[in-house]
């Protein structure tokens, strides 16, 4: 109504030292939805502040220009003065940093500075297209702020998804009455599927794909994929949208004469559907039992970082044979594909529809996965406590310590552990630090990548010693 304090706009404070790219993630912030121009009283030319609306949600972004960093301007000092008045009026900080050079020391004064405020940070590495970037960026995460979205403003890369998070992060009572966050959360699970469906030949791959679709509830609408003959189908279940990618080639298996390129042509399109693909469903013949074949095909899944699915196809044709042919089939398949121990195994039937729904629940609940992202002080907590009770084995002698760590990554999720020494983690203590992950975080049916870093204060050195 009358009252000022709440209708007035959350404001996002966009702050970096000099450089890290404030006015284009700025332009692009604002650019990204119509926004809306208008001079903001109170604001003066030296700090500029934009309307931007996202999702239904708006704020005013202020951009503090050269705040931070030196300037020869003889206006800086009165730049610096509105500058602080904006930072201490923000809701929340949008922390901009550049991969490509990696933390430097006026990095970590406006870190202290921005937690002595008090106000919620978005920390945000820009030029993350720049190679160097891919290892420097990760110095970031030990400011412990989150969370931190990797960025390439000048491609607009990541720019929405910073959006999301700083609109998820500004007070509920500013955020649209319209658009409750449950439907956002819907709006992202709707995003599209990606299902490789893949295996030997005979093993019943388009059975099952022909069944998929003939499900109940299913709509089905056949696209053409990337490749010249590559043809997917969509396909829509519940409120999901599966894309099966390459059915083409799931329909003409093995055009090859000879029957033992057969077998290898089959791996070449297992490859070529994975590698577009978010989950795969490695298709198995429960009579014949697993092959070198099957984990030869597995293992491309799970080296390309996809979900894995092991589907236990036939099972009409020995599910009358007794239980214990069932436990002796997953025993085979576990023994099969030891590094797969994490693959959901699901017997199914393409013939008569057996736990085909059941399938299509897994595909969803793994994508899902493979999506998660674990707050950082939640994921140093647990880190913390299962290494104080397990030490860490590292390939040298010296003792290895987890300073703290970090979730640089999803889809696959990919988490860096930043150490004392620089070293490998014995490749035991690896598994049964995925594993503890894995059962405290809901990582089901996802490959989870584990980087070693040493905690690094390379650059920081290097820029002390320019300084001088
Ligand atoms: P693909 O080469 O992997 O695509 O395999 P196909 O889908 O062409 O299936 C190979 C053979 O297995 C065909 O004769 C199918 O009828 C049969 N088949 C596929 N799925 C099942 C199933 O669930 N049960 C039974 N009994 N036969 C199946």
């Known amino acids: ?85 904006a930072l201490e009026a923000a809701d929340l900080v949008v922390f901009l940093v550049d991969g490509r050079e990696g933390l430097v020391p006026a990095d970590e004064e406006i870190a202290k500075r921005l937690r002595a405020l008090g106000a919620p940070v978005v920390l945000a590495v820009n030029k993350m297209e720049d190679r160097r970037a891919r290892d420097r960026a990760m110095e970031f995460y030990q400011f412990g702020f989150d969370p931190v979205i990797e960025i390439a403003a000048e491609h607009g890369i990541g720019v929405a998804e910073l959006l999301h998070e700083v609109v998820a992060r500004l007070p509920a009572s500013h955020r649209e009455r319209g658009r409750p966050a449950a439907e956002a959360a819907v709006e992202g699970r709707l995003r599209e599927v990606r299902v490789a469906i893949v ?58 004469a000879r029957a033992g390129d057969i077998e290898a042509v089959s791996v070449l399109v297992a490859r070529r559907a994975i590698a577009r693909a978010d989950v795969a469903v490695v298709v198995i013949d429960a009579v014949e039992g697993p092959t070198d074949q099957d984990a030869a095909i597995a293992g491309e899944a799970d080296r390309a970082g996809c979900g894995v699915i092991l589907a236990a196809n ?19 398949l576990r023994l099969k594909m030891k590094f797969l121990d994490y693959a959901p195994v699901v017997h199914v039937s393409a013939r008569t529809g057996e736990r085909t729904g059941r399938l299509l629940e897994l595909i969803d609940k793994v994508a899902e996965a493979r999506r998660l992202r674990v707050p950082t002080a939640e994921l140093n907590r647990f ?27 999803i ?51 290097r820029a002390d010693g320019r300084a001088g």
Request: hydrophobic share 40%; proline share 5%.
């Open 199 to 256: 295996g030997r030949p005979n093993v019943g791959k388009s059975s099952l794909v022909n069944r998929l679709l003939r499900e109940e509830r299913v709509m089905v609408s056949e696209v053409p994929g990337t490749t010249r003959d590559a043809v997917d189908a969509l396909l829509r279940w519940h409120r999901r949208e599966f894309r099966i990618v390459d059915t083409a080639g799931i329909r003409r298996p093995g055009r090859v």
């Open 314 to 332: 036939k099972w009409d044709l020995v599910k009358d044979k007794g239980a214990d042919r069932a436990r002796a089939l997953d025993e085979a």
């Open 1 to 85: 109504m009358g009252d000022k304090s709440a209708s007035r706009l959350p404001t996002v404070v966009l702050v970096g030292r000099p450089n890290t790219g404030k006015s284009t993630v700025f332009n692009r912030m604002t650019g990204a939805r119509r926004a809306i121009v208008s001079p903001t009283p109170g604001t003066t030319r030296d700090v500029i502040a934009q309307e931007v609306e996202w999702r239904g949600t708006s704020f005013q972004l202020v951009d503090t220009g050269g705040l931070f960093g030196a300037s020869e301007d003889p206006l800086h000092e009165l730049v610096v003065e509105h500058g602080r008045r």
């Open 411 to 461: 889809e696959p999720p990919t988490i860096v552990l930043f150490t004392n020494v620089a070293t490998k983690l014995h490749f035991s203590y690896e598994r049964f630090l995925i594993n503890r992950l894995r059962e405290s975080f809901g990582f089901v049916g996802t490959p989870i990548r584990l980087l070693v870093r040493r905690r690094g204060r390379r650059q920081v050195a």
């Open 383 to 409: 880190v913390e406590a299962v290494t104080t009770v397990h030490p860490p084995a590292g390939e040298g002698r010296r003792a290895v310590r987890v300073l703290y760590c970090a979730q640089t990554a």
